[in-house]
Structure formats: structure tokens, C-alpha cells
């Protein structure tokens, strides 16, 4: 399971042009899911995602997590993150979960992620979706379980 995260002043999720999500100060997480991934690894990356120090403290320094500022956080489902791109010209999805697995763990996510106490914004698996984003920083992390 991998997830993208971007440190956000702003991030809006938009559906046929349709704003579904938006958020201010946090983090916008891209969720790629790997086949064999399952609800622990889900948990473990939730649990690094909250408390992984991505932002300034009152010296400048990257110490504080996203629980520590009581942010925002804005998921969206993303499969193309688990894409196999050391060959060729052509990206292979080979190492991604199928979609109803894939669905399930998303949501599964968004769930947990929602027992946070944090306020959760999320896009819709399989969806095209229009994102956008004030990235601050930039600063932008992969994270991986």
C-alpha cells in the first residue's frame, strides 16, 4: 500500500464538476493499493499518515504531525501509484489490487481514518476526478507499508 501525501493549505476533489471534497490546512493522500495488501496494512499506513512530522514548528522545523495541528485530510483513491514503470515506455498495473479488493481497503481507509477525531474529505474510487491543490512547501512525502 503506498500513499502519496502532499502538505495542502487548500485541496478540492471535483466529479463531473461537482466539488465532492475540499479541505483547508492538512494533507491531500493519494491511496495506491498492491495485491496482498489488507486492513493491517491499511491501519499501519493510516497510523504514519496521521503522525508522520510534515509540519513547522515554531523553530521552522518539520516536527509536527498532522494530528499535532488538528488538520485536514483530503483521500483520494489513486491506482496508477503502484505502477510498475522500470521497463519500457508503458506503465504495468500488474502489482495492483483488483478493483472490488482495492475498493474495499479505500474505504476501509477513509473509515478508520474518520475515527481520527480529524476532519476527513474523500474523493470516489474509480471516479475521474478533477483535483486541486495550494501545495505548501512544496513539501510532498511516498509513504509505503
Request: charged share 25%; aromatic share 6%.
Given at each position: ?68 495541528i488538528s488538520g485536514e485530510l483530503l483521500i483520494i483513491s489513486q491506482f496508477t501509484l503502484v505502477a510498475d514503470t522500470r521497463k519500457g515506455l508503458r506503465p504495468s498495473f500488474s ?51
Amino acid at each position: 500500500m503506498k500513499a502519496l501525501i502532499q502538505r495542502v493549505t487548500s485541496a478540492s476533489v471535483q466529479i463531473n464538476g461537482e466539488t465532492v471534497g475540499s479541505i483547508d490546512k492538512g494533507l491531500l493522500l493519494f491511496l495506491g493499493v498492491e495485491k496482498g495488501d489488507d486492513s493491517a496494512c491499511a491501519l499501519k499506513l493510516l497510523d504514519k499518515v496521521l503522525r508522520y512530522r510534515v509540519f513547522s514548528d515554531e523553530s521552522g522545523k518539520m516536527n509536527l504531525s498532522l494530528k499535532d495541528i488538528s488538520g485536514e485530510l483530503l483521500i483520494i483513491s489513486q491506482f496508477t501509484l503502484v505502477a510498475d514503470t522500470r521497463k519500457g515506455l508503458r506503465p504495468s498495473f500488474s502489482k495492483a489490487g483488483s478493483p472490488d479488493e482495492s475498493r474495499a481497503l479505500y474505504e476501509y481507509f477513509i473509515q478508520e481514518a474518520g475515527k481520527s477525531g480529524l476532519r476527513i474529505q474523500a474523493g470516489q474510487f474509480g471516479a475521474d476526478m478533477n483535483v486541486g491543490l495550494q501545495n505548501d512547501g512544496p513539501v510532498t512525502f511516498m509513504l509505503e507499508v
